[in-house]
């Protein structure tokens, strides 16, 4: 059973940095698409970047040019390192995993393991 836990979340100012880690107990089969998501309060999950065992990487346009996901294998964890921070990124930032490298999208259907999520909030 692959376990994820977030870290690296907390109260930024709009322009400002953050670092996201996921620790992951376990490189798998199921661990071969890793993607990071977002809820903001009263809304939906929405995907924000995905990165397969490929090296493909996918992030939402919203966020495009301004976050990065990346995993280092060696640490077990993978990363999203988010820079000009905007208040309308704000939200609960869950990581999750699924073995479909072929389908390493933004939808969250397919993804089979999550996090507990870490609160990033971005003030105005």
């Known amino acids: 059973q692959v376990q994820l836990v977030e870290s690296g979340g907390g109260s930024v100012q709009a322009g400002g940095s953050l670092r996201l880690s996921c620790a992951i107990s376990?490189?798998?089969?199921?661990?071969?698409?890793m993607g990071w998501f977002r809820q903001a309060p009263g809304k939906g999950r929405e995907g924000v970047a995905s990165i397969g065992s490929d090296g493909i990487t996918r992030y939402w346009y919203s966020i495009k040019d301004r976050f990065t996901i990346s995993q280092d294998n060696a640490k077990n964890t993978l990363y999203l390192q988010m820079n000009s921070l905007k208040p309308e990124d704000t939200g609960m930032y869950y990581c999750a995993a699924h073995p479909w490298v072929d389908w390493c999208d933004l939808g969250t259907g397919r993804y089979k393991y999550w996090g507990q999520g870490t609160q990033v909030t971005v003030s105005s």
């Open positions: 376990e490189y798998t089969y199921s661990t071969r698409c």
